[in-house]
């Protein structure tokens, strides 16, 4: 056809109809899916908030003083990326951050008695050596090879555990006299010690620290007035996390940036912690939470400060805190009827109700964010552990290859298998034959566990696939031993596809409610789990209990108020993930 | 050839032989043999890659090892540190000694053997890692327990790089160009000062310039370390080799002998029909 008409009309006509359909045909499918969850999404924020029965003027006045700002700064930083990254990473990690901390403080370290003395020698005498000697190894001279990260991290988890049960076994008084007798006077010379070089204080300071410890046992019953807690508090904590924020600025830059870093967040802390008892929230906890996040924030301030990317991005926190509370004064000086929220800070905070005014989702939500952070850690030790070893470490022919095919094709199933029957597997085997008993965090957590496996691993088996052989031979050929290879070039590698996977795991694994129910596990709880092994609820399960009140404010309001909680931990979730994993990305 | 070395006992009295026919840019009187192939064969499951080729390869010498593709000169590459290990249908019979032992040995550690034994790949294939630790990561898997930043600088310098990275060694490896990453992954292999360097084509994916820098390199490499490579372009073997092997199909060494007697008087017929470019 082409070569007939060539003189006459150019090079003829190809027909295009079919691509054509098939564009628009793609563009419908996605417009369909997008408009439909967009509607939803609707639809539950209106329930949620109250809105359908708020007055124009109200709405008028928060869509001027939050609305507005928020798109006028999407528009802004939309062809700036950089501005945008911080403006997620500061609104994201600074929201998970305060939330986790909060969470962490009330769920694990009030409920917990105090440790018994054996236990605590293991934590602060073996955990800390142990820790040191996997530091030293990393340094190459003990261990050699390999321990470099993994000494970091189990020497890190070690002193941080140590801490922790210094402050769980001795009470808070004991820890006072040890840290004032004990820790600072070694800190004191330590410092001195390095900063003059002077050797016999750096090696005084060992001792004298651990006779400081012993003193302060002994005069814990023979002294007999204390500081208020809260002023052992900033005493021992605020204050050393203030200056260690404050060094790391003065060693970047300036001495008075580094005194205001560690200055203005520990002044506000204090505050903080003072005034916290009119709210209702107990005074060290917002005097923890505040200093741990705040100095933090200003050492990252500061460098942003400094670099000067995406400054902006930082006003994007503040519009938003900013015109809420606008708005608010201005709702309340001009007397408009404020509609009533289903979803308010009660609503996160209470435990659940008859009346659906006072109902609320605080132990569901602790109970899930429990779940979920054993999950991540059980399925991605699990997974990444399954997925090298198929990947790397089985043969590709002969018998065992055909097992190995085997095996892989049964992964695949069963990521097919409908989650009731995770549920059955997690009733009889955790529940029932290993004893960790009905409807328990730590069943849930298994059974959740075993139920996104099969998908951890394909996805992570994916990321380890793709990275290219080339590597792998380089380091071969550098006469690395397996082991090595996989550790320094393969996992580095894949960790960003791996963390997708898990990532998009642990996002089914919270929703779920069909495995729970099998398991036993409450729909509704009156307080938050104390241990791993108490009865505990999740938010699919309390959403659930919720649809099937007989009170419309419940199937409407409250499950509405529930749904956009559980859509706002899980987004947090992910984006913290998915900020982790740009992070590692970027870094290799 | 080729068959003459089989049945010589003494390699020294051999080599010097064969170096009084040969006139080189480096002295030959003094050669010891680095590598040394007895009667190898070498398997991809039914099918024969190397028949019966035996050759030993002098010290601190660039040995070229020609011939068309697919006729087994990466595969004879791949036996001397054993990387053919990591090809499950691969099978090895014969022996290939290296420092006066079979490496196919039982008592060898093939782990061992690859960390005396430096290789530079076809394609260059930096760790997605710092320039530092890419040089480094030799170092870093045995245990080094010397200043390694100095290593690293020296082996730079040895792969002729340090001048054009010194600022950057905190950079990824992947944002240098083509060459320079291929002359990092020379100096990645030189780092732990191996004993033989084995190259498999390592300028057939680079632009000209680029392979006259690899070039110059090796023939500096040459003074401290045994040099194998592989190459396909004749010139370029003819350039920078003290000694030739060519390989013809059917993984046969047809003839090995000093690169200037290969390019000017070949024994043999089939080896000069491929050099002047009328087969293969």
């Known amino acids: 056809m082409a070569t007939d008409n060539t003189n006459a009309g150019g090079f003829g006509e190809v027909s295009r109809v079919r691509g054509i359909a098939f564009e628009y045909l793609s563009l419908g499918a996605s417009v369909i899916g997008l408009v439909a969850l967009g509607v939803l999404l609707v639809y539950v924020t209106i329930d949620a908030f109250d809105l359908a029965n708020a007055s124009p003027e109200w709405l008028l006045t928060y869509f001027l003083t939050l609305v507005v700002p928020f798109l006028a700064f999407c528009l802004y930083s939309a062809s700036d990326p950089e501005v945008t990254r911080r403006a997620l990473s500061a609104l994201g990690g600074g929201l998970v951050a305060v939330a986790a901390l909060f969470t962490a403080i009330e769920t694990f370290v009030a409920p917990i008695p105090r440790l018994s003395w054996q236990l605590a020698y293991l934590f602060v005498v073996a955990m800390p050596v142990t820790a040191y000697l996997t530091y030293i190894g990393s340094r190459g001279r003990a261990g050699g090879v390999g321990f470099g990260l993994v000494g970091r991290l189990v020497g890190g988890a070690a002193i941080g555990l140590a801490v922790g049960t210094l402050f769980l076994v001795f009470d808070s008084l004991v820890w006072f006299l040890a840290y004032t007798l004990g820790v600072v006077p070694a800190a004191a010379l330590y410092a001195y010690g390095r900063r003059r070089s002077v050797n016999w204080a750096m090696t005084a300071a060992v001792p004298v620290g651990l006779v400081g410890l012993v003193a302060a046992v002994f005069l814990r019953g023979v002294i007999v007035t204390y500081p208020s807690d809260l002023i052992i508090y900033v005493w021992t904590l605020a204050i050393p996390v203030a200056i260690a924020g404050g060094l790391v600025v003065a060693d970047r830059g300036s001495r008075l940036a580094g005194a205001a870093t560690g200055g203005v967040p520990l002044a506000v802390a204090v505050a903080g912690g003072f005034l916290a008892g009119g709210f209702g929230v107990p005074g060290p906890t917002a005097l923890i939470v505040l200093v741990t996040v705040g100095v933090p924030t200003a050492v990252y301030l500061h460098r942003v400060i400094d670099e000067g990317d995406g400054l902006v991005g930082l006003a994007l926190p503040v519009l938003l805190v900013g015109g809420a509370l606008v708005g608010a004064l201005v709702v309340e000086a001009w007397g408009v009827p404020a509609p009533d929220p289903w979803l308010d800070a009660s609503f996160v905070t209470e435990a659940p109700s008859r009346t659906a005014e006072d109902a609320g989702l605080y132990p569901a939500i602790v109970g899930s964010v429990i779940i979920i952070a054993l999950v991540a850690v059980l399925s991605f030790v699990l997974g990444v552990g399954t997925s090298v070893f198929l990947e790397e470490y089985t043969p590709e022919s002969g018998i065992l290859g055909s097992l190995t095919r085997l095996i892989q094709v049964n992964i695949a199933n069963l990521a097919a298998i409908p989650s009731v029957v995770y549920g059955l597997l997690g009733l009889g085997l955790f529940a029932n034959l290993l004893g960790f008993g009905l409807g328990t965090a730590v069943t849930a957590s298994l059974t959740l566990s075993l139920l996104i496996l099969p998908i951890t691993i394909i996805s992570a088996q994916e990321a380890i696939r793709s990275v290219p052989d080339d590597l792998r031979r380089g380091s071969d050929a550098m006469g690395a031993t397996r082991w090595q290879t996989t550790k320094n070039v393969v996992l580095p590698e894949a960790f960003p596809g791996i963390l997708t996977g898990t990532i998009l795991a642990l996002g089914r694994a919270i929703g779920e409610t069909a495995p729970l129910i099998m398991i036993g596990a409450a729909t509704t709880v009156f307080s938050a789990p104390a241990s791993l092994f108490s009865r505990f609820s999740a938010m699919p399960m309390q959403i659930y209990a919720w649809a099937n009140f007989p009170q419309a404010e419940f199937r409407y309001g409250v499950v509405a108020a529930g749904v956009i909680t559980l859509l706002i931990i899980l987004i947090g979730m992910n984006g913290t993930a998915i900020l982790l994993r740009n992070r590692a990305e970027r870094g290799s | ?280």
């Not at chain 2, 011939?67 to 540190?81: A, D, I, Q, Y």
């Not at chain 2, 196919?104 to 930096?126: C, E």
Request: net charge negative.
């Open chain 2, 1 to 280: 050839m080729s068959n003459t070395e089989t049945d010589t006992e003494a390699n020294d009295s051999l080599i010097t032989t064969d170096v009084e026919t040969g006139s080189n840019e480096r002295s030959m009187t003094t050669d010891a043999t680095a590598v040394a192939a007895r009667d190898l064969n070498v398997f991809y499951g039914d099918e024969q890659a190397i028949d019966g080729v035996s050759m030993e390869i002098p010290e601190n010498r660039v040995t070229a090892l020609i011939g068309p593709s697919g006729c087994g000169k990466s595969t004879f590459l791949r036996c001397v540190n054993r990387m053919n290990d990591m090809i499950e249908v691969c099978r090895v019979e014969g022996d290939v000694e290296f420092g006066g032992k079979n490496v196919y040995d039982s008592d060898v550690d093939p782990v061992a053997l690859r960390r005396k034994i430096g290789m530079v790949f076809q394609k260059p294939n930096p760790f997605p890692k710092s320039i530092r630790d890419n040089v480094a990561y030799g170092l870093k898997i045995q245990g080094y327990d010397g200043d390694v930043d100095e290593r690293v600088e020296e082996s730079l310098k040895g792969a002729a790089l340090w001048d054009e990275v010194k600022d950057q060694l905190g950079s990824s490896g992947l944002e240098l160009s083509g060459g320079q990453q291929q002359r990092l992954c020379i100096a990645r292999a030189i780092a732990p000062d191996p004993e033989v360097i084995l190259m498999d084509e390592p300028t057939s994916a680079l632009d000209p310039v680029a392979a006259s820098k690899i070039e110059d390199l090796i023939d500096d490499l040459a003074e401290e370390y045994t040099v194998i490579i592989v190459t396909h372009n004749m010139q370029q073997a003819a350039r920078i080799s003290d000694r030739t092997a060519v390989f013809l199909t059917g993984g046969r060494l047809v003839e090995y002998d000093d690169t200037t007697k290969i390019f000017e008087d070949p024994e043999e017929q089939r080896v000069e029909d491929y050099i002047t470019g009328k087969f293969g």
